[in-house]
């Protein structure tokens, strides 16, 4: 399905010219010498010359509009106001291509067509929800309920991450639709797809949406606590894919630094144990974000600390050693920092007892 959905095309193309042979060069003027600027191609010249023809002084009279121009600016006004009601058309046109019922009794090949039609309407709805208002008017149309309660686990796990990735692209920054998704029970099926899904396009798409609801919003933060999210994002960190590695650790991060006071509830799940474990593994970018998430950790939290000087973790030699590897690469300059500030946090400190008073 063509994507019809970008606003960039709501206005003409160009504005006819004044002049037949503006482009020959001989004139000068665009306006084949009439000394008039030229007449404006978008709707911000058309702003630009309103501003401008309302501070200048009516000295000489303006001269009448010509039927030329005056057309092509209705045409202009026209297009700027019909643009969002179209929008809405193409939602409501593609909501409906959701809506239908499976065909029960189709041959492969029918089947595959209706799959590749759903397919594309989630993906024209994703397009137009990068605007916010199309995003709330999506809602308002109960799209929002269609994709929780029938695509998100839906069979063919094309329309798994599509539906996911649209949740997760209405949702961003928006109190309003995100309050409205986790209303209805997005987060715990979102979090079994990250968990679950055998597809990692499925999961990368949810771990998308899971960062949208909670990040900068409480209410999604408490509900991923209450269903366990973290270890759910440790798990996801443990697994071979590295996009999704890297991703579920930056969340981690992120939520370190937001939300400090869940830093007594992730070292109780053994999170400082498992974080040295991936710092262990083979090398990779992926560790950048580990020691982030690492330092987030311990800053301002004794406990952390304490956990990091357990001499059966070995810490202390890994970042050593690993600081020796980074310094001659100036890529890992980012994880090198992070080394040195666990260095410097974790082991040039005063002891746990004048840590504590």
């Known amino acids: 399905m063509a994507n019809q959905g970008s606003g960039g095309s709501r206005l003409p193309l160009a504005l006819p010219s004044a002049s037949q042979d503006c482009s020959s060069g001989g004139s000068g003027s665009s306006e084949g010498g009439s000394g008039h600027p030229p007449p404006p191609r978008n709707l911000q010249g058309l702003l630009q010359m309103a501003i401008t023809a309302g501070s200048e002084e009516p000295d000489p009279p303006p001269e009448p509009m010509s039927e030329e121009r005056r057309q092509w600016l209705q045409e202009a006004m026209s297009a700027a106001f019909r643009g969002p009601r179209e929008e809405v058309e193409q939602m409501k046109n593609c909501l409906q291509v959701l809506s239908q019922p499976t065909p029960s009794s189709a041959g492969e090949a029918e089947l595959a067509a209706d799959q590749q039609e759903r397919e594309g309407a989630l993906e024209l709805l994703a397009d137009l929800c990068e605007n916010m208002d199309n995003a709330a008017d999506f809602c308002q149309l109960s799209g929002m309920h269609l994709l929780v309660g029938r695509y998100l686990e839906a069979g063919p796990a094309g329309l798994r991450w599509r539906a996911a990735q649209l949740i997760g692209t209405c949702s961003q920054n928006v109190a309003a639709i995100q309050e409205q998704v986790l209303g209805l029970g997005a987060l ?76 007594g509830t992730l070292c109780a799940m053994g999170m400082v144990q498992q974080l040295v474990a991936l710092v262990r593994t083979e090398h990779s970018p992926f560790h950048e974000h580990v020691l982030g998430a690492l330092c987030s950790l311990v800053t301002d939290f004794p406990q952390g600390v304490r956990e990091c000087r357990e001499p059966e973790l070995g810490l202390e030699e890994l970042l050593r050693h690993r600081c020796q590897l980074l310094q001659q690469h100036e890529e890992y300059q980012e994880e090198l920092e992070f080394c040195e500030k666990l260095l410097q946090t974790c082991f040039s400190t005063p002891t746990d007892d004048s840590m504590d008073r």
Not at 202 to 209: E, I, N
Not at 214 to 239: H, I, K, N, P, T
């Open 188 to 263: 715990r099926k979102l979090l079994r797809l990250l968990d679950r899904d055998p597809c990692d396009t499925v999961r990368v798409k949810a771990l998308f949406a899971i960062s949208c609801l909670v990040r900068e919003q409480e209410a999604g933060l408490l509900q991923f606590l209450r269903l366990d999210g973290f270890s759910v994002l440790m798990r996801a960190m443990q697994q071979q894919v590295q996009k999704l590695k890297v991703k579920s650790a930056f969340l981690l991060q992120n939520l370190l630094v937001g939300h400090p006071e869940h830093k």
